[in-house]
């Protein structure tokens, strides 16, 4: 057992759930929550403010090294050098810089690195694409977070139209499965299913019994 507890790991695809899971789960362990999501979303954020190249590893790199970035709270607030950006980084165009950021190795081990201090003495949920397989491969328990790419896009489009912004579901559906393609096929850190993985397909079953199942799991490990 690590000091603080166990690190949980959850693993999956864009849009299938896994923060609102992982955040209620880790509230429920008395756990940090930890979306390594949204630190990819903040550099993307800081590289189009900057106006970068999103192809320039090189410039990209230094700018995840270098770049401050707090998570605070439970939901959690994202911070970058100080100021709150937790609204901006949901936007469509953010999402899409997010996928060609991440793809970078330079951007990645910057990333990764830092992943790991947040959670090395446990007591952490993590999420992302690689978090059980390249993060924390001995990660204590590990998940994998599906859904059908209809349901991921049409909770994406609720989403982006709390956030005040229309948009066509087909068109989101399309731009998920790209993300997929991507993600799953990069050359660095790709999203991979280990067999090791609880796999849960979330598409018919509602966040809380999602929950259930994973706090189930974590007990049975000695989640304390």
């Not at 192809?55 to 707090?70: N, S």
């Not at 936007?91 to 081990?109: G, K, N």
Request: aromatic share 4%; hydrophobic share 40%; with cysteine.
């Amino acid at each position: 057992m690590r000091p603080r507890g166990l690190v949980v790991a959850i693993d999956g695809p864009s849009g299938a759930g896994k923060s609102t899971v992982g955040r209620t789960l880790a509230e429920r362990l008395g756990y940090t929550f930890i979306d390594t999501g949204a630190m990819y979303r903040a550099v993307a954020w800081q590289a189009l403010v900057r106006d970068l190249a999103l192809d320039d590893a090189t410039a990209l790199g230094r700018l995840a090294q270098k770049a401050r970035i707090e998570l605070r709270g439970s939901l959690p607030r994202v911070f970058v050098d100080g100021a709150e950006v937790t609204d901006r980084l949901r936007s469509r165009e953010v999402s899409q810089a997010a996928s060609r950021v991440s793809a970078h190795p330079t951007v990645r081990r910057a990333l990764v690195a830092r992943q790991r201090e947040l959670g090395r003495d446990g007591g952490v949920v993590m999420d992302g694409r690689d978090i059980g397989s390249v993060v924390f491969p001995d990660a204590e328990v590990k998940f994998y977070v599906d859904a059908s790419p209809r349901q991921r896009a049409e909770r994406r489009q609720r989403e982006l139209a709390a956030a005040g912004t229309a948009s066509d579901v087909d068109v989101v559906e399309a731009e998920i499965r790209a993300r997929d393609e991507a993600d799953s096929s990069r050359a660095d850190s790709p999203l991979t299913r280990l067999p090791e993985a609880l796999y849960i397909d979330t598409t018919a079953l509602t966040p809380e019994a999602v929950v259930e199942s994973m706090a189930a799991a974590v007990a049975s490990c000695g989640a304390r």
